[in-house]
C-alpha cells in the first residue's frame, strides 16, 4: 500500500492533501487497551455532564478509537502537544476522518482519557491553551517511543469505521502483532490461556460462532480498493488445550514497511492569534536585528509574546521590543525569564494608563496625601485596585469626584501674607517693611500660587538696578494679577484610601 492517500476527508477534498499512515506507539496502544482491563467486574460510570447519561468507565467505544489514532497521529514525536485546546484537536480529528464522531462523542471519549490518565493536560496561565502528554508514549528507560507499529490511512475511511467495534479492535491487536512483516501468520487463543485474556475478552464475545462471524467479515468485507483487511487465510483452527485458537494476517495490501527517518505525524499546529500583530511583531524584530527570537522556544515565545501584546497599542509593542532588544546587547542570549519580563512591562503600562488619568483629572494628589515616601507603594495600590474598571468608566469617576474632594477634602496651602515672606527680608531693604507687607498682602488676596510669587519678587530684585521702586512695585503688582492661583492641598482623614472613596462616591450617585 502507498504510504500516502487521497482520502475523501476534508484534507483531501478541501486541503488537497494525502493522508499519512499512523505511527502507534505500542506501549500506548497496551495502556489503551488496558481501559477493559476490569470490564467484567467494574461497571463504573461517569457522566461528561451533570444531566448527560452515565457511560461506563472501562469500555472502549468507537469514538475512544478514532480518538486513539488521532492523538497518535497529531501529538508530536515525544507524544506531546504544546499550545493548544481540546477545539484545536477535534478539528484535527474531523480533517482526518472520512465520518468523524460528533464534538459531544470525542469530547466524552477526550474527558474518559484525562480521566483515566492516558492524557495529561497541564494549563499554560499565559495564552489560556494547554500542554497535553500522553502519559504512556515513551519508553521511560530511553525517553524514545521504543516499539511502534504503523495503521494505514485505511483507518481513517468510511468503511473502516462501518465496521463493528469488535472488527475494529481486532484488526488493531493484528496490526499490533504483525507490525510490518507481510509474511507472519498471527494465532490467537480464543479462551484466556494464561498470558492474555484471549479474544473473548478482548472481544467481548462468548461463543465461537461470534468469533467465526468476524473473522469473516475481516477477511471479506472490502476496506480500501475492494480489499478486506484480513488475508483469506484466515481460519480457526484447534489448538494444544483441544480447544480453539483464531490464525489470521493482515492483508498485505495494508502492510506498510517502515522506513528510517520517515515523517509520519500530523501534528495539531498551534493556532497563531491575531495574524496582523503577529506580522508586525515579525517585521519589527527584523528591523531590531533580533529575528532570531521568533524561533526561541521552538517559536512558542512568539506565540505568548503575541498573546500577551493583543489590545496593546503598536507604540507600546515597540516600547516592549526594544527592552528585549537591549536584554539581548547586554547578554547576547534571550533570557529564559523574557515572557515573564514582558508580564511585568504590561503590568507597569497598566499602572502608568491609570495614573496618568488620575494625573490629568486632578486627583494624583489624593492618592499620596501625607507625602511623597508613599507615593511608590500607594500607587501601585491605587492601580492595581481601580484597575477593575475599565479605562473609559474610571475617567468618568475621577471627573464626577474631583468637586466633591476639593469641597470637602482640601484646605487652602496659604493662611496668611506671611507666607511669602522671604527670610533674607531682601524686598523689606529696597522699598520699606509697610509697603513690601502691602504687596504680599496684594498676593494673598488673590490667592497667587506662593512658588510662582517667589520668582516675581527675585525678578523684580533685579529690576531695582535700573528702575525706580515705584515703578518696580507697579510691575510687581500686576505681574501678581496674572498669577496662577494657588491649588488647593489635600487634606483628608485619617485611613482616607482615594480607591475607597471613588467606589464610595459611584454608589452613591447610582
Known amino acids: 500500500m502507498n504510504k500516502l492517500m487521497f482520502l475523501n476527508n476534508l484534507k483531501g477534498k478541501a486541503l488537497l492533501q494525502p493522508t499519512n499512515p499512523v505511527v502507534v506507539s505500542h506501549r500506548f496502544y497496551e495502556a489503551f487497551k488496558h481501559i477493559e482491563e476490569p470490564f467484567d467486574y467494574n461497571k463504573d460510570r461517569f457522566r461528561f455532564r451533570n444531566d448527560g447519561r452515565g457511560r461506563l468507565v472501562h469500555h472502549i467505544t468507537k469514538s475512544d478509537i478514532q480518538l486513539f489514532i488521532t492523538i497518535q497521529a497529531a501529538f508530536n514525536t515525544k507524544g506531546a502537544l504544546e499550545f493548544c485546546n481540546r477545539n484545536r484537536i477535534y478539528q484535527k480529528q474531523a480533517e482526518l476522518f472520512e465520518t468523524p464522531v460528533t464534538n459531544d462523542q470525542f469530547y466524552v471519549s477526550f474527558q474518559k482519557f484525562v480521566d483515566l490518565g492516558l492524557i495529561e493536560p497541564v494549563r499554560e496561565e499565559i495564552t489560556g491553551t494547554y500542554h497535553y502528554t500522553l502519559s504512556q508514549y515513551l519508553q521511560p528507560d530511553t525517553g524514545t517511543i521504543g516499539y511502534y507499529f504503523l495503521l494505514p490511512p485505511a483507518v481513517y475511511t468510511e468503511a473502516f469505521g462501518e465496521l463493528p467495534l469488535a472488527a475494529q479492535k481486532w484488526y488493531l491487536e493484528a496490526a499490533a502483532q504483525q507490525n510490518d512483516r507481510p509474511d507472519k501468520t498471527v494465532e490467537k487463543n480464543l479462551r484466556n490461556d494464561g498470558k492474555d485474556g484471549g479474544l473473548y475478552k478482548l472481544l467481548h464475545k462468548t461463543n465461537l460462532n461470534q468469533i467465526r462471524g468476524l473473522l469473516e467479515l475481516l477477511c471479506r468485507r472490502p476496506v480500501m480498493d475492494g480489499q478486506p483487511l484480513f488475508a483469506a487465510s484466515a481460519a480457526i483452527k484447534p489448538n494444544a488445550t483441544g480447544y480453539y485458537k483464531a490464525s489470521y494476517s493482515i492483508n498485505p495490501y495494508y502492510i506498510i514497511k517502515k522506513e528510517k527517518g520517515a515523517s509520519y505525524h500530523d501534528v495539531v499546529r498551534p493556532k497563531r492569534p491575531y495574524y496582523r500583530m503577529t506580522r508586525f511583531i515579525r517585521e519589527q524584530l527584523e528591523k531590531l536585528g533580533i529575528g532570531e527570537l521568533e524561533q526561541h522556544n521552538q517559536g512558542q515565545t512568539l506565540i505568548q509574546l503575541v498573546t500577551l501584546m493583543k489590545k496593546k497599542s503598536l507604540s507600546f509593542i515597540r516600547y516592549v521590543l526594544l527592552k528585549i532588544k537591549d536584554l539581548y546587547r ?24 491609570y495614573l496618568d488619568i488620575a494625573r490629568k483629572t486632578g486627583l494624583y494628589p489624593f492618592i499620596a496625601p ?3 515616601d508613599e507615593i511608590g507603594k500607594r500607587s501601585y495600590e491605587f492601580a492595581a485596585a ?21 469641597r470637602d477634602y482640601t484646605s487652602a496651602p496659604v493662611h496668611s501674607p506671611a507666607a511669602y515672606r522671604r527670610a533674607n527680608e531682601a524686598l523689606e531693604q529696597r522699598v520699606g517693611r509697610q509697603e513690601a507687607g502691602d504687596i504680599r498682602a496684594y498676593a494673598y488676596k488673590m490667592q497667587a500660587d506662593p512658588d510662582e510669587y517667589r520668582v516675581i519678587e527675585e525678578y523684580a530684585l533685579k529690576k531695582f538696578r535700573q528702575e525706580s521702586p515705584s515703578a518696580v512695585m507697579q510691575w510687581m503688582l500686576t505681574r501678581i494679577a496674572q498669577l496662577p492661583k494657588w491649588k488647593r492641598a489635600p487634606d483628608v482623614p485619617h485611613g482616607f484610601k482615594l480607591e475607597h472613596f471613588l467606589v464610595n462616591c459611584i454608589s452613591s450617585n447610582n
Open 370 to 372: 501625607r507625602g511623597r
Open 330 to 353: 547586554k547578554h547576547r542570549i534571550f533570557p529564559l525569564d523574557l515572557l515573564q519580563f514582558v508580564k511585568d512591562e504590561v503590568r507597569n503600562q497598566g499602572i502608568a494608563l
Open 386 to 406: 481601580v484597575s477593575r474598571f475599565d479605562l473609559k468608566s474610571f475617567r468618568t469617576m475621577c471627573k464626577t469626584a474631583l468637586p466633591i474632594l476639593n
